[in-house]
T-cell receptor, first 116, second 112 residues
């Protein structure tokens, strides 16, 4: 089956640090990638959608200058949390979908980000 | 926009059957998904409905009624390992790239 690898799985860093999270599709070409954020006991909230080679589309309320998304290839997307603060601590999950809007979404294992 | 509603918590006994309901309102319905999520882990796909009716997959079944904006996930022969959150997600073709939008999840606790 389709595999999505997300790295790192856990990050603990000081306030003000920028953190990069990678999401790779290992055995399929991910035309579209999605980034979600999940706070404890809450559901997944879509942050942004990116298509390979295009600028990401951000959901309302998500700061695009704070959460930088790059989708430079069909197998890799990155999310950079710039100048992270404690309120950015959350579980970040990426999802990838192959070509075609009706293709299933496959999820990475998530990254738990803790900002001290 | 999307409005997806499911119960926050449920408890059921090992070996029993449990039904988790989900109601939704969306402008561009294009499929409903159920995911299982254990604490601290990413969601794993369980089932998918795009047409009305029941989809059966082993111990798990999912039902959809598009006219009622309603779905349920049925879990049979409950096992302790089924304790997890169950997320209802709706795909919306009018929202960007057929994005998935998730409900708040139902936390199921299976007791002996």
């Amino acid at each position: 089956g389709a595999v999505v690898s997300q790295h790192p799985s856990r990050v603990i860093c000081k306030s003000g640090t920028s953190v990069k999270i990678e999401c790779r599709s290992l055995d399929f070409q991910a035309t579209t990638m999605f980034w979600y954020r999940q706070f404890p006991k809450q559901s997944l909230m879509l942050m942004a959608t990116s298509n390979e080679g295009s600028k990401a589309t951000y959901e309302q309320g998500v700061e695009k200058d704070k959460f930088l998304i790059n989708h430079a290839s069909l197998t890799l997307s990155t999310l950079t949390v710039t100048s992270a603060h404690p309120e950015d601590s959350s579980f970040y999950i990426c999802s990838a979908r192959g070509q075609g809007a009706l293709q299933p979404q496959h999820f990475g294992d998530g990254t738990r980000l803790s900002i001290l | 926009g999307q409005n997806i509603d499911q119960p926050t918590e449920m408890t059921a006994t090992e070996g029993a059957i449990v039904q988790i309901n989900c109601t939704y309102q969306t402008s561009g319905f294009n499929g409903l998904f159920w995911y299982q999520q254990h604490a601290g882990e990413a969601p794993t796909f369980l089932s998918y409905n795009v047409l009305d009716g029941l989809e059966e997959k082993g111990r798990f079944s999912s039902f959809l009624s598009r006219s009622k904006g309603y779905s349920y996930l049925l879990l049979k022969e409950l096992q302790m390992k089924d304790s997890a959150s169950y997320l209802c997600a709706v795909r919306d073709y009018q929202a960007g790239a057929n994005n998935l939008f998730f409900g708040t999840g139902t936390r199921l606790t299976v007791i002996p």
